[in-house]
């Protein structure tokens, strides 16, 4: 049976467990502490605000912003997604150098970290990576599609183009995408947003489909947010790259 694990998979609970091991008896007391104190906090801002009881409130005020710092600056999850990111990183880097005749001038790789998509701009080379590695030439490229919440946006095939909307609008909040064909009736949101992804179709019989995720939340959110606002840029920037590759084929 074929493996589906991603190539770029790291031991996080591994790495988690190490930092939180890391702890000393101090550093676990003053979590513990801050915790404690920013809930006494929150009661005391009750307080001053329900019955205007000054009584201690700035004393507390000091002693939990002391903790908190303390807190923070012995946070092991944060730690933990440092060397988390850091870790991918290495891996993804170790996978692109060890690729023969391929020398890769982009990248790009999913906020999950199980896929990543790298082109070659001189040889015209596609490598996709997720749970194998597969590389690619232009004329391998069959058809891109730029998909928002499942509403097709704009396609290019080989040999041909068809335009949806203007995507950055489309994704930045200005008027609802109506896509025929593939979508039918369906329309993107005005102003939220779940998920966009590149929809590739690429020559190989096995899994000739491939989706990069450029979000992919649980709950909608707004398109005005820093983080939709990132994913429509690098989505519209992967879809450009791409068109090119194909045409190039």
């Known amino acids: 049976m074929v493996s589906t694990e991603s190539l770029l998979r790291v031991d996080e609970e591994r790495i988690t467990s190490e930092e939180i091991n890391k702890l000393t008896p101090f550093q676990i007391f003053s979590i513990l502490a801050s915790s404690f ?89 596609l490598c996709i990576i997720d749970s194998e590695i597969r590389v690619f030439s232009s004329s391998d490229i069959l058809e891109l599609e730029l998909v928002e919440d499942d509403v097709q946006l704009t396609r290019t095939t080989r040999g041909s183009q068809v335009g949806g909307a203007i995507v950055g609008s489309v994704l930045a909040g200005g008027v609802g995408a109506v896509i025929g064909g593939l979508s039918g009736q369906k329309t993107t949101s005005n102003d ?52 090119v590759l194909i045409k190039r084929g």
């Open 37 to 125: 104190l920013l809930l006494l906090f929150f009661y005391l801002v009750f307080r001053f605000i329900t019955k205007h009881d000054f009584h201690g409130f700035f004393v507390f005020l000091t002693i939990i912003m002391s903790c908190v710092f303390m807190g923070l600056s012995s946070d092991p999850d944060g730690k933990a997604k440092r060397r988390i990111n850091a870790a991918r990183q290495e891996k993804l880097t170790g996978l692109m150098n060890g690729l023969p005749d391929f020398i890769s001038s982009q990248v790009f790789a999913n906020e999950k970290h199980d896929t990543a998509i790298a082109i070659d701009d001189q040889s015209n080379k």
């Open 192 to 243: 939220k947003v779940k998920r966009v992804y590149l929809k590739l179709m690429v020559n190989d019989i096995k899994r000739p489909n491939v989706t990069v995720d450029f979000l992919n939340e649980k709950k909608e959110i707004l398109k005005k947010d820093k983080k939709a606002i990132d994913a429509s840029n690098k989505a519209n920037h992967w879809y450009g790259v791409l068109s």
